[in-house]
T-cell receptor, first 115, second 112 residues
Framework: GAGVSQSPRYKVAKRGQDVALRCDPI?????LFWYQQALGQGPEFLTY????????KSGLPSDRFFAERPEGSVSTLKIQRTQQEDSAVYLC?????????????FGDGTRLSIL | DAKTTQPPSMDCAEGRAANLPCNHS???????VYWYRQIHSQGPQYIIH???NNETNEMASLIITEDRKSSTLILPHATLRDTAVYYC?????????????FGSGTQLTVLP
């Protein structure tokens, strides 16, 4: 389909390992968002890109979290030296343009489990 | 962004209309009301949004009170597949993209 695609769907890693999560937004969408969703809670904002520019990273919980979108399309969220509290579902969303009248469309997320 | 208040859970009989309320008494004049839903193990799904006027699309209707302090999402003929957590979100009207701030939502259970 033409929706937001995230991979892998599930990721299990040992504490201390680095992980990389991929997001393919809807083609042509300028804005891209990453969210983190803990079990039983609503998604929480991590970071936002407009094209290749990272305009807001205020939600990243620590400097172990790093996101990039080098060509303004695919984005990768990297977590270094993972810890158990990083276990969550990581959601990616994209919207056609900037502006709050543009709905965000979400992928089904990557479920990350840190052992 | 203004805070929203939703009941934690609701039940609805299959085939009946589901009316999900949301209070947003501190909403300002330039803030949109958005509704999303999240079915288990899936990402949030956009349903509808509005500013002042009532809105309708193929999924639902959004009724916003005249003072804009509350709204209701209406699913006209609920099916079992509409069982999900429904989130009401108020989002500032900004020329730059803004993140969504999710609350706890309403768990809607459609009963056979």
């Amino acid at each position: 389909g033409a929706g937001v695609s995230q991979s892998p769907r599930y990721k299990v890693a040992k504490r201390g390992q680095d992980v990389a999560l991929r997001c393919d937004p809807i083609s042509g969408h300028v804005s891209l968002f990453w969210y983190q969703q803990a079990l039983g809670q609503g998604p929480e904002f991590l970071t936002y890109f407009q094209n290749e520019a990272q305009l807001d990273k205020s939600g990243l919980p620590s400097d172990r979290f790093f996101a990039e979108r080098p060509e303004g399309s695919v984005s990768t969220l990297k977590i270094q030296r993972t810890q158990q509290e990083d276990s969550a579902v990581y959601l990616c969303a994209s919207s056609l343009r900037g502006g709050s009248n543009q709905p965000q469309h979400f992928g089904d997320g990557t479920r990350l489990s840190i052992l | 962004d203004a805070k929203t208040t939703q009941p934690p859970s609701m039940d609805c009989a299959e085939g009946r209309a589901a009316n999900l309320p949301c209070n947003h008494s501190t909403i300002s004049g330039n803030e949109y009301v958005y509704w999303y839903r999240q079915i288990h193990s899936q990402g949030p799904q956009y349903i509808i949004h509005g500013l002042k006027n009532n809105e309708t699309n193929e999924m639902a209707s959004l009724i916003i009170t005249e003072d804009r302090k509350s709204s209701t999402l209406i699913l006209p003929h609920a099916t079992l597949r509409d069982t999900a957590v429904y989130y009401c979100i108020v989002r500032a009207n900004s020329g730059s993209a803004r993140q969504l701030t999710f609350g706890s939502g309403t768990q809607l259970t459609v009963l056979p």
